[in-house]
T-cell receptor, first 114, second 116 residues
Framework: DTEVTQTPKHLVMGMTNKKSLKCEQHMGHRAMYWYKQKAKKPPELMFVYSYEKLSINESVPSRFSPECPNSSLLNLHLHALQPEDSALYLC?????????????FGPGTRLTVL | DQQVKQNSPSLSVQEGRISILNCDYTNSMFDYFLWYKKYPAEGPTFLISISSIKDKNEDGRFTVFLNKSAKHLSLHIVPSQPGDSAVYFCAAGTQTLTGGGNKLTFGTGTQLKVEL
């Protein structure tokens, strides 16, 4: 089973709202990722968690705040977003922490910021 | 600087024929390569990978070829089916990095259309 689940599937929020995206995997993977994908572009890495600790932050604005409550869950808290933050937000996980490894992606959350 | 490039934004192939998707990279530190398939509004689905110690990996209808000297890889799909119509991304990473989680660099994608 290589399933990564994400909720919600769609989210519409205003610029003053606070919302959260959730991601879950039960494959025992020790690395989890948040990506942002705009139309006709490749996925763009935002954050990497390794063994539940933030290991990579790709200079993401502080209005995006990740959280890893346990080894199976990954959240992305959103606050004071801008319309240009509208995108597909993808969560992924991989078994290995160091080096390259296959990442398995969830279906994504389509975010629209009004 | 685009370290992983897919120079063909689109490709159209007839059902039953071979689809060949190409990918070039510039970073000689990359030693692990993957292909993902993506439908609109869905997450990328892993297809096949190859390590730099190999030059070919096959899984059913999908074969990936790696030419390290040319820094080029290709994905062959035989026979192509209408359900293969999607965007295909190649991705590259470095297996020897330690700690900190791993980073994959994605190409810009090729839209494959398999026609009846």
């Amino acid at each position: 089973d290589t399933e990564v689940t994400q909720t919600p599937k769609h989210l519409v929020m205003g610029m003053t709202n606070k919302k959260s995206l959730k991601c879950e995997q039960h494959m025992g993977h020790r690395a989890m990722y948040w990506y942002k994908q705009k139309a006709k572009k490749p996925p763009e890495l935002m954050f990497v968690y390794s063994y539940e600790k933030l290991s990579i932050n790709e200079s993401v604005p502080s209005r995006f705040s990740p959280e890893c409550p346990n080894s199976s869950l990954l959240n992305l808290h959103l606050h004071a977003l801008q319309p240009e933050d509208s995108a597909l937000y993808l969560c992924a996980s991989s078994q290995k922490v160091g080096g390259a490894d296959t990442q398995y992606f969830g279906p994504g959350t389509r975010l629209t910021v009004l | 600087d685009q370290q992983v490039k897919q120079n063909s934004p689109s490709l159209s192939v007839q059902e039953g024929r071979i689809s060949i998707l190409n990918c070039d990279y510039t970073n000689s530190m990359f030693d692990y390569f993957l292909w993902y398939k993506k439908y609109p509004a869905e997450g990328p689905t892993f297809l096949i990978s190859i390590s730099s110690i190999k030059d070919k990996n096959e899984d059913g209808r999908f074969t990936v070829f790696l030419n390290k000297s040319a820094k080029h890889l290709s994905l062959h799909i035989v026979p192509s089916q209408p359900g293969d119509s999607a965007v295909y991304f190649c991705a590259a990473g470095t297996q020897t990095l330690t700690g900190g989680g791993n980073k994959l660099t994605f190409g810009t994608g090729t839209q494959l259309k398999v026609e009846l």
